[in-house]
Every structure is written in C-alpha cells, then in structure tokens.
C-alpha cells in the first residue's frame, strides 16, 4: 500500500517505519511544506491508499478537511480537536470517504478503556474516581485526548463525570491511571506506555484496515478487528 504520512515528529517517524517494515511505501509531507493543507490536493492524493496524520491540533482540523474533500482515506492521532467532531462525522458520512481516528492506537490502552468501563461499576456502589494522565513537557494538548477518552468512556458506563489531573514531566512518554477509592479500599488500574512503538504499530494496522472502507470510524470500536 501507498500511505502519506503527515508530521514528523517522534510518533510519526516510528510510524513510517513501522509502514516500511509491513512493506508499504510511504511518502512524508512536513508541515513546512503543508501550510493550511495546502499540499493535499487531489492530485496529490490519487494514488495514496490512507493519509495518516500524526501533526499537531492546530493544523489536523485543515488537513482533515482537505483530504476529505479530495475524497482520500485519512487515519488521525493527532488529538485535540474533538469537538469538531459532528461536524467531520457529517461531511464525512455525504463525502463518502473513509475516515478512522483514535485518542490511543494502542491495544494496550483501548484494554484499558474496557476494563475502566466495567470498573466504574463500582460508583454504585460508594467508590469515587479520578483520572491523571502524564505526558513529556512537549505535548501541547491537556488534558491528553486518551484521558478524554477515558472519563467519556466511564461517563457513558455508568454516568459519573471523573475529574482528570494533567502532568507534563520531562520525556515521560504516556501514563493514564483511573483510581477508584471508597472508605474500605482503593482500586488502580494504569497503563504505563514504555515507548511509542505500540501508538505506531497501532496506527500502520489501522490504516491497512481502513484502506478499502468508506465511513466514519473510532479506532476504540474496530481495533479487535485490525
């Protein structure tokens, strides 16, 4: 498969060469070269099976938008523009075109949000919960878009709306721990990413997965199935 890749930073480039070693070509555009989309035409974009965007928030909504209505497929880790959401679901949905994001492609975390599902039962019966996530000093969203995921997560289990704590630490590459405390004891669970080699498999898997689907896709609902 062809895939553009777009950002490269840290994830983006253990992405591309995760695509390489699963034999995909993969061409990459740099934001320098990317001012406001601009080089996602639909000439560009012909022959690319997926576009996957690993940038920033304040450029993802643009190169979304583009890629769309150049009718390409478009896999997207970059978070913090969630609450466009309805909005790229729309035109998504009447372009026809295949569109998945994630706030987390690694199974390690969508098991995470399983398991906080049906952990937050426990609200019910006398427990309290909060949310803290930590990230490297670099990241520009926070909360991080995987803790965001979380308390929706919890939140639609079982109608609680649990505070998130954001720390911005040095290299740290992700943590996100739910705990869940009651006068008797008190409940963990965490995922501690060692490195962002499970975001880049992760995101090449998803994009092989979307390349012959047209709709509108969270990566928390397929990712059993890439």
Sequence with gaps: MRFLLLGAGKTGALVAE??????????????????????????????IDAVIDFTTPDAVLDNIRACITAGASIVVGTTGWYEHTPEIRATVEKSGTGFLFGANFSIGVNLLLDIARTASAATQHGYTGQIFERHHVHKKDAPSGTAIAIQIAIRGACGQEMEITSFREGEVVGMHEVILDSPHDRIYLCHDAKSRRGFAEGAVRAAEWLADKKGFFDFKDVWREV
């Design 18 to 47: 995760v695509a390489c070693e699963r034999h995909h070509e993969v061409e990459l555009v740099r934001s320098a070269e990317n001012p406001r989309a601009s080089a996602l035409t639909a000439e560009r974009l012909r022959n």
